[in-house]
């Protein structure tokens, strides 16, 4: 009788696993105020706070052998931008297929309050 392989352990998330796009994390407060018009059409647009605040939580996306980040590039008094990075290996290797969405949290200097939250996206290779 075949028996199924085991599966590598997932690697831990800067956020609670298991958040799809659109949904928060328990006690995340959604943000509203977001400008992705430099994302993707397809791309997730869901963030949240967490805690104080200072805590900012966005949906990323990774498939095959990439990885999702997210940093804070810059904060104004208006607004907060963040870039997400797919970042793939620089040697070709086998990957899978799949597109994933993990939840990724970056911590700001002040809360985001009534600040715009700016997302922006890019791919990189190391």
């Given amino acids: 009788m075949p028996t199924a392989a085991p599966t590598a352990p997932s690697e831990p998330s800067e956020a609670p696993p298991g958040i799809a796009p ?7 407060k959604p943000v509203t105020k977001i400008d992705a018009s430099n994302l993707a059409p397809d791309q997730p647009r869901t963030a949240w706070t967490q805690g104080d605040g200072k805590t ?6 990774e498939g095959g052998c990439g990885k999702a980040s997210a940093s804070v590039l810059e904060e104004t008094a208006q607004s907060v931008k963040v870039e997400l990075v797919e970042t793939t290996p620089l040697t070709k ?7 994933r969405f993990p939840p990724l949290t970056v911590q700001l200097a ?5 600040r715009t939250l700016v997302l922006t996206s890019r791919q990189e290779q190391k």
Avoid: F, H, K, S
Wanted: proline share 12%; hydrophobic share 30%; net charge negative.
């Fill in 110 to 114: 002040e809360p985001l309050g009534e």
């Fill in 93 to 99: 290797q086998m990957c899978t297929m799949d597109i």
């Fill in 56 to 61: 900012l939580g966005v949906i990323g996306q």
């Fill in 22 to 28: 659109g949904e928060l994390p328990p006690d995340g």
